[in-house]
T-cell receptor, first 115, second 109 residues
């Protein structure tokens, strides 16, 4: 998984509780991404980061926030989880060198269930 | 709305046959195109990238791109049971990567 870890790998939580998912990389890549994957929708971009403290919204950012205080860590927070946020969440990174910043490599995923 | 469309399948081929997977996209400004393989319960794994019109071959895999028709395809020659997975088409433009929902491929021994 290209030096990417995600934690936790599985989480069950209740509606209305805050949840934070962590992505950690050892590749020193500049770009990091959070996706969610749902049946019939494929992967959809939530937020991405192009450097420390530099983040931007993706296609489905409502209800999510992110932070990146270190190159290696990208956090995804659900401020108040809802059942519609039950999904598998993948972190991805892309190459620092910039020749092809678009080539993305994925972490192992976090399965989140909101009851 | 930027869309990437794939047949959901399942696509079933016998072992040793050629599997052909297709993808169309709506964003004419798209710059880069990718195929990922995803086994059940696992993360997507990059298998091919293509950036210019034509064919690109890597082992048993060939990616084909036609920007005028907004069409990308993946051919898998000599299909093996281990190729059974969901194949995701991805299209990139300016920090925006869009994925198709995937085509499930089954290779029967």
């Amino acid at each position: 998984d290209a030096g990417i870890t995600q934690s936790p790998r599985h989480k069950v939580t209740e509606t209305g509780t805050p949840v934070t998912l962590r992505c950690h990389q050892t590749e020193n890549h500049r770009y990091m991404y959070w996706y969610r994957q749902d049946p019939g929708h494929g992967l959809r971009l939530i937020h991405y980061s192009y450097g420390v403290k530099d983040t931007d919204k993706g296609e489905v950012s409502d209800g999510y926030s992110v932070s990146r205080s270190k190159t290696e860590d990208f956090l995804l927070t659900l401020e108040s989880a809802t059942s519609s946020q039950t999904s598998v969440y993948f972190c991805a990174i892309s190459d620092l060198q910039g020749v092809r910043p678009d080539t993305q490599y994925f972490g192992p995923g976090t399965r989140l269930t909101v009851l | 709305q930027k869309e990437v469309e794939q047949n959901s399948g399942p696509l079933s081929v016998p072992e040793g046959a050629i599997a052909s997977l297709n993808c169309t996209y709506s964003d004419r400004g798209s710059q880069s195109f990718f195929w990922y393989r995803q086994y059940s319960g696992k993360s997507p794994e990059l298998i091919m990238s293509i950036y210019s019109n034509g064919d690109k071959e890597d082992g048993r895999f060939t990616a084909q791109l036609n920007k005028a028709s907004q069409y990308v395809s993946l051919l898998i020659r000599d299909s093996q049971p281990s190729d059974s997975a969901t194949y995701l088409c991805a299209v990139y433009n300016n920090n925006d990567m869009r994925f198709g929902a995937g085509t499930r491929l089954t290779v029967k021994p």
